[in-house]
């Protein structure tokens, strides 16, 4: 597949491919950092919140080197569509399904998610899932609507991810801007504004099935490990404080 990159995109992309080994020695296979001590654990309940079940086909946009896609499909008799924008990931994937034996489940794709009508047929999947991956987004609303696009009538969409919090007093509104462009130059993200999140996604005509908080405690170890291993400072020597929200937003393209 041909593919052409927004500039954002190919930040990502560079990102990956200079980063992967870092996060291969601390996060492992599944580079998620709003999570519960356990990835099994965290793989049940994303399956459970975006109602994964046999039979379906999923898109798994921003699918790192695929280890949730791995998780699903040994799981359920599934068939995902695992796409990311850097080739050094889509290469470990690629390995890791065949390693795994799993090449008849999982196909994986170096692509952009800004256009996946340009390479998937629309209206023919089940579940689009962005687990972390939509806030490196330049152009969320974009992506959005591609999803949408793909999405068979009657499926849905599973995002995971955070929104910078928006405060009336000034203190610490300077700090959470602060913080937040920390994250954004240190980690090539563009972190969601929830408004604007919740207006794409009824624009091009989703409708909300949830927006809530994670049922689940998260362990910061693992991504105070990976910031103190390779001396990542987002709060700039302050005291650490949460300067956005965690949320799972599941909305459904309507049935005809």
């Known amino acids: 597949m041909s593919k052409e990159y927004t500039s954002q995109s190919e930040k990502v992309a560079r990102y990956y491919d200079e980063w992967q080994e870092g996060y291969d020695r601390v996060y492992g296979d599944t580079i998620q950092a709003f999570r519960p001590t ?12 975006a109602a994964i079940t046999d039979g379906q086909k999923i898109l798994d946009a921003g699918c790192g080197v695929a280890g ?8 359920f008799d599934v068939n995902i569509t695992a796409v990311t924008v850097s080739l050094l990931q889509a290469d470990r994937a690629s390995r890791s399904v065949t390693d795994k034996g799993l090449t008849s489940r999982i196909q994986v794709y170096c692509a952009d998610y800004h256009e996946l009508s340009a390479h998937f047929e629309v209206n023919s999947f ?24 793909v999405l068979r009538p009657g499926g849905s969409i599973y995002i995971k991810d955070f929104y ?38 009824r624009a091009v005509g989703f409708e909300i099935h949830f927006i809530r908080k994670f049922a689940f405690k998260d362990d910061i ?7 103190s291993r390779f001396n990542i400072d987002i709060f700039g020597g302050e ?18």
């Open 38 to 49: 356990e990835t099994a654990a965290l793989l049940k309940y994303i399956i459970s919140s």
């Open 68 to 75: 949730p896609a791995i998780r699903i499909a040994e799981k």
């Open 126 to 149: 089940d579940r689009v899932l962005f687990l972390e991956s939509l806030g490196h987004s330049g152009e969320p609303a974009k992506a959005i609507a591609e999803a949408y696009a």
């Open 164 to 201: 910078y919090k928006e405060p009336a007093d000034e203190y610490w509104k300077g700090r959470i801007s602060k913080t937040i462009d920390n994250i954004n130059r240190l980690y090539q993200y563009n972190t969601l504004n929830l408004t604007k999140t919740i207006i794409a996604l």
């Open 221 to 227: 170890s693992i991504r105070q490990e990976f910031e």
């Open 239 to 256: 005291p650490e404080f949460a300067p956005a929200e965690w949320l799972e937003i599941k909305c459904l393209k309507p049935a005809l």
